[in-house]
């Protein structure tokens, strides 16, 4: 099959629009499991009434494990929001109520977020033995929700259609947990590109969430100990030791 030039790439694989279907291909190195793993996750949210685009199939292509979803014609409101950075509190306020959407659902469905987080935590090789311990005794010491949690939200997952309807896309990072240690994560995702970004963010999730800053922060070693175990090429790793060794000199 020739998908043609992909319209996007990540660190796990690459997204083609093909035959009005995006087409998402993953990576030779990830487990086999991979595609049915998210496809399952996709297909939750799915069912629990969120915008999320429909899984149609589960498949292989070329020999590469890939999922075929319906296509969603918009675009992204971090994209829309780079050339009009004065809406950024319109926007930010329209990406929070989603987010408030989805962490308003209980869930016994998918893997706890604790599990997830113990897992990364243990990975991340550049985190000596004594700062996983201080890590995951505070990860023992947290209150653990059900709450559904998207994993990895920030504006450029959410698809704004021309009839303003939103839709939220990659469910691989989903998990049930905590929405403090959720909202942190998308505080520490916006943090590495903008700092008054970051600030509107949590100013206004804050608000409308009830939840003090505090409470919040007190998952910052555990998320930023976690993502050190991803990776990305895009991330500083001296941000996030910072953050760890802040905690475990305390």
Known sequence: M???????????????????????VFNDNLPKTESHYEA???KYAHSCGL????VIDVTEIDGKQAIIMEFIKGR??????SENLNQAEYYMTISIDIQQGIHSIVTDSLVPMSVKLRRQIKAAQQLDTRQKSVLLKKLDAMT????LCHGDFHLFNLIKSDNDKVT????????AGDPRADVYRTYLLYE????ELADMYLHLNCNKSGLSKDEIFQWAPIIAGARLSENVSSESNERLMRIVENYCTL
Request: overall charge neutral; cysteine-free; proline content about 4%.
């Open 40 to 42: 399952t996750i996709q």
């Open 144 to 147: 653990h929700e059900k709450r």
């Open 2 to 24: 020739k998908l043609g030039t992909p319209v996007a790439k990540g660190n796990t694989a690459q997204i083609y629009h093909y035959d009005n279907k995006i087409i998402k």
């Open 168 to 175: 939220i896309i990659d469910w691989v990072d989903a998990s």
């Open 76 to 81: 992204t409101i971090g994209d829309i929001l």
């Open 192 to 195: 590495q590109f903008s700092m």
């Open 51 to 54: 915008s999320v685009p429909e």
